[in-house]
T-cell receptor, first 114, second 112 residues
Framework: DSGVTQTPKHLITATGQRVTLRCSPR?????VYWYQQSLDQGLQFLIQ???????AKGNILERFSAQQFPDLHSELNLSSLELGDSALYFC?????????????FGPGTRLTVL | DAKTTQPPSMDCAEGRAANLPCNHS???????VYWYRQIHSQGPQYIIH???NNETNEMASLIITEDRKSSTLILPHATLRDTAVYYC?????????????FGKGTRLSVIA
């Protein structure tokens, strides 16, 4: 158990819909990262937040957005969903007592868009 | 783009050492070599990292060549639970708060 929690574990929805994925980082970790893993693209970085502020952006679509709240949990919002958005979405955290070197990943949310 | 090259797949007999190579010929002086693994559809798991000296922890050993252009991750006694995709990642020193760039990794199959 990495200490990072993600909900829900599975999500099935239809094209055009909007969903919210939630992540709670390890206690004390200030950085939260979101990654997407699809069959054809592998693990891709989407966005990072540090202590409530956006720190870095990767291959994140304009239809996707995220935020980190004062209690450091983060949400990834995916809107106008397309079939190609079906993927595993992982959240990771770092920057706590374990130092800056490791990122700890959650178990992921499997999104299926029908 | 990932700065590393790894073989797409490898097999290893259970109980034997698994040696996973990684080429990082363009590594710069302030970059570390990190290894993560992903067991089927689970979140990636940190294994080990190093700069230029060999490193060992409870999971694995990391051997980095003197010119730092390649490295080998060693799982000394592979078990079936070590079957996973192993990712070799190069990151700058003090880049703990930066994202990881994953390549395609090596799919290790441990065979009974």
């Amino acid at each position: 158990d990495s200490g990072v929690t993600q909900t829900p574990k599975h999500l099935i929805t239809a094209t055009g819909q909007r969903v919210t994925l939630r992540c709670s980082p390890r206690s004390g970790d200030l950085s939260v990262y979101w990654y997407q893993q699809s069959l054809d693209q592998g693990l891709q970085f989407l966005i990072q937040y540090y202590n409530g502020e956006e720190r870095a952006k990767g291959n994140i679509l304009e239809r996707f957005s995220a935020q980190q709240f004062p209690d450091l949990h983060s949400e990834l919002n995916l809107s106008s969903l397309e079939l190609g958005d079906s993927a595993l979405y992982f959240c990771a955290s770092s920057g706590g007592l374990a130092g800056l070197n490791e990122q700890f990943f959650g178990p992921g949310t499997r999104l299926t868009v029908l | 783009d990932a700065k590393t090259t790894q073989p797409p797949s490898m097999d290893c007999a259970e109980g034997r050492a698994a040696n996973l190579p990684c080429n990082h010929s363009t590594i710069s002086g302030n970059e570390y070599v990190y290894w993560y693994r992903q067991i089927h559809s689970q979140g990636p798991q940190y294994i080990i990292h190093g700069l230029k000296n060999n490193e060992t922890n409870e999971m694995a050993s990391l051997i980095i060549t003197e010119d730092r252009k390649s490295s080998t991750l060693i799982l000394p006694h592979a078990t079936l639970r070590d079957t996973a995709v192993y990712y070799c990642i190069v990151r700058e020193l003090n880049s703990g708060n930066t994202p990881l760039v994953f390549g395609k990794g090596t799919r290790l199959s441990v065979i009974a």
